[in-house]
C-alpha cells in the first residue's frame, strides 16, 4: 500500500545549476560513462543529495545533457525540512523526479515513514511512499 | 671593271661585291659574341645561423615517438629541442604538441609551451598553460602534467579546471591511466572534484 505525502512544500526550480561534488571522479575513455565516487553531494537550489556513488546517465541523443543521476550508497535525501534515507535514489533532472528505493525513511520534523520506494516529484512537491508503510508518529510535539 | 648605263646593273654589281663580304664578316663574328654572360645564380641555401646551431646542437621540429607497453602510441612534437647541457639525456623543447592514441581508439592530445624528456626516467613533463583534450569531450587546462614513455599514464598533480561534455569542471589532481583489473583507460579526477551542470 501507498501513501501520499507532501514532501518539501516549497517549489523546487529544476532550472538550478546542478553541482556536483565528490572525492573522485572516473570517466571511462572508451565509453565516456562518469561515475562519482568518495561522499558525493549534489546540490540543486534547496535540494541536497548525498550518497557514496553517483553514475552520470547523459541523455540518449544529446552527450552534453545530464537526464539522470543514479546514486547508491547510503543516500541522504534533503529538500527544505524534510530528510529521506535509502540505499538508493535515481535523480531524474529532466522529469524532475527522484525515485529512492531500499528501506527508505522519511523524516519530517518529529514525524517518521518508511517503506520500500518512494518517489518524489519536486515540480509539485509530493512524494508518494511504497510497500509496507508504517507511520511513527510523535505524539504532542506540535 | 665593266661600265654599265643602267642603275640596275650597277647596283648588282656593288651588291656581288658587299654582300658576300658582309656574310663573311657575320659568320666571323659569330662566334666572337658570346650568348650573354653566365649570370651565376647564387646557390639557395638556409639563412639559419649556423654556429648557434652548431654550438647549442639545436634541431628544429623534432618528433618523438614510442609506443608503450600496453599497445598506445605516444606522439611528441616541439618547434624546437635541444639536450639539457647539464644532462645529455635530457631533452628540452618548446612549443610542445603531444597525441597519445589508446588502443580503445580514444585519444588525448596535449599542448604545452615546454616539455622536458628524460630518457632514462622516462617521463615527459611538460609545463607552461598546459591544455589537454580528450576524445570523451574533456578539455582541461592545467599548468604541469607527466606523461610517461613506457606504459600510457599521464598525470597532473596540480589543480586542473576546464571543460566536461556537460559542464565546467574543477579537481585538485587528474590522472589517466590503465584501470589493471578492468583493464579500462580511466581518466580520474581526483582531490574534491566540482562538476557545474546548467540543465
Do not use: C, W
Amino acid at each position: 500500500q501507498g501513501a501520499e505525502v507532501t514532501f518539501g512544500g516549497l517549489k523546487h526550480d529544476s532550472s538550478l545549476p546542478v553541482e556536483i561534488t565528490s572525492d573522485q571522479l572516473s570517466v571511462d575513455q572508451s565509453t565516456g560513462k562518469a561515475i562519482f565516487s568518495g561522499d558525493v553531494l549534489i546540490g540543486q537550489g534547496a535540494l541536497r543529495l548525498s550518497a557514496t556513488t553517483v553514475e552520470v546517465i547523459y541523455g540518449a541523443n544529446d552527450a552534453t545533457k545530464i537526464s539522470k543521476l543514479i546514486a547508491t550508497g547510503g543516500v541522504t535525501f534533503v529538500n527544505g525540512g524534510e530528510a529521506i534515507e535509502s540505499q538508493r535514489a535515481v535523480y531524474d533532472i529532466q522529469a524532475a523526479t527522484v525515485a529512492l528505493s531500499g528501506d527508505v525513511i522519511l523524516t519530517q520534523g518529529a514525524n517518521a515513514l518508511s517503506g520500500q520506494s518512494m518517489i518524489v516529484d519536486l515540480k509539485t512537491g509530493t512524494g508518494r511512499i511504497e510497500g509496507r508503510v508504517k507511520t511513527i508518529l510523535q505524539p504532542g510535539q506540535q | 671593271m665593266a661600265h654599265f648605263d643602267n642603275f640596275h646593273s650597277r647596283l648588282v654589281a656593288r651588291a656581288k661585291i658587299f654582300l658576300p663580304l658582309a656574310s663573311l664578316a657575320l659568320l666571323a663574328t659569330l662566334f666572337l659574341f658570346a650568348r650573354g654572360g653566365e649570370t651565376t645564380y647564387d646557390i639557395p641555401y638556409a639563412r639559419v645561423d649556423i654556429e648557434s646551431l652548431a654550438r647549442e646542437q639545436r634541431i628544429d621540429g623534432p618528433t618523438f615517438a614510442t609506443v608503450t607497453d600496453d599497445g598506445a602510441e605516444l606522439e611528441i612534437s616541439a618547434g624546437r629541442a635541444r639536450p639539457d647541457p647539464s644532462n645529455k639525456n635530457v631533452v628540452n623543447s618548446t612549443q610542445v604538441r603531444a597525441e597519445l592514441r589508446l588502443p580503445d581508439k580514444s585519444a588525448v592530445s596535449m599542448i604545452a609551451n615546454d616539455a622536458v624528456i628524460d630518457g632514462p626516467s622516462r617521463i615527459a613533463e611538460l609545463s607552461g598553460n598546459v591544455r589537454v583534450q580528450t576524445t570523451t569531450g574533456y578539455a582541461i587546462e592545467t599548468d604541469y602534467i607527466a606523461a610517461t614513455l613506457n606504459l600510457s599514464k599521464i598525470e597532473s598533480p596540480s589543480t586542473v579546471t576546464g571543460q566536461a561534455p556537460s559542464g565546467n569542471i574543477s579537481a585538485g589532481s587528474m590522472e589517466i591511466s590503465k584501470n589493471e583489473d578492468s583493464g579500462e583507460y580511466l581518466l580520474v579526477f581526483k582531490n574534491r572534484v566540482k562538476l557545474i551542470y546548467q540543465p
